[in-house]
């Protein structure tokens, strides 16, 4: 049962226009959720976070809207560049239950066109 | 600060030889995890640890050992390696308090081949 789902495995964007990328999850012990970027050969960096007390976060061009009635987050990155193209992944984890494990979803390929 | 180490970063391995990923982290994080990474199936979490001498399991434990005896070093044990372990694993370290500390910082993978 996967808990962290990234239903759109590729997106394609034109440099300057927004991207948005999506991600659900069905485990509503959830309370934190984050936003890493891959890089080939690389291992995964961090990009963005947002608390379940929240339901926007804000740095620079990317944006973390959360949606916690429908259990749906999305990274709106405005304006998208070329060195944005990457893998990101969404991520979610439950703090208050004292767990700490983090849950991945399985990634959106992004690539922004020149 | 080196950050999140792994060592190797690639390795080759006959089916139910043994061996044992190493990672260490500097930056004095009280959490670590293993994950591994195959296509379309994102990053699954094998093991993590709040703290030296507590390790718990993850989505896909099994084949898998841990050990925390120290807060920096995290190593990953393979008892006998199976071609379906064959992966690129990631380890990664966060602190639990407060700020940013829940943003966590990943090592560089190590490509596994096992055949």
């Known amino acids: 049962d996967q808990q962290v789902k990234q239903n759109s495995p590729s997106l394609s964007v034109q440099e300057g226009r927004i991207s948005i990328l999506n991600c659900d999850y069905t485990?509503?012990?959830?309370?934190?959720f984050l936003w890493y970027k891959k890089y080939p050969a690389e291992g995964p960096t961090f990009l963005i976070s947002?608390?379940?007390?929240?339901d926007k976060n804000e740095d620079g061009r990317f944006t973390v809207f959360l949606n916690k009635s429908a259990k749906h987050l999305s990274l709106h990155i405005v304006p998208s560049q070329p060195g944005d193209s990457a893998v990101y992944f969404c991520?979610?984890?439950?703090?208050?239950?004292?767990?700490?494990?983090?849950?991945f979803g399985t990634g959106t390929r992004l690539k922004v066109l020149a | 600060n080196a950050g999140v180490t792994q060592t190797p970063k690639f390795q080759v391995l006959k089916t139910g030889q043994s061996m044992t990923l190493q990672c260490a982290q500097d930056?004095?994080?009280?959490?670590m995890s293993w994950y591994r990474q195959d296509p379309g199936m994102g990053l699954r979490l094998i093991h993590y640890?709040?703290?030296?001498?507590?390790?718990d399991q993850g989505e896909v434990p099994n084949g898998y050992n841990v050990s925390r005896s120290t807060t920096e070093d995290f190593p990953l044990r393979l008892l006998s390696a199976a071609p379906s372990q064959t992966s690129v694993y990631f380890c990664?370290?966060?602190?639990?308090?407060?700020?940013?500390?829940?943003?966590?910082?990943f090592g560089p993978g190590t490509r596994l081949t096992v055949t």
């Open positions: 991520a979610a984890s439950s703090h208050t239950s004292g767990t700490y494990k983090y849950i």
């Open positions: 947002i608390s379940s007390i929240k």
């Open positions: 990664a370290s966060n602190g639990l308090a407060g700020g940013n500390s829940y943003e966590q910082y």
């Open positions: 485990n509503s012990m959830f309370d934190y």
């Open positions: 930056m004095n994080h009280e959490y």
């Open positions: 640890s709040v703290g030296a001498g507590i390790t």
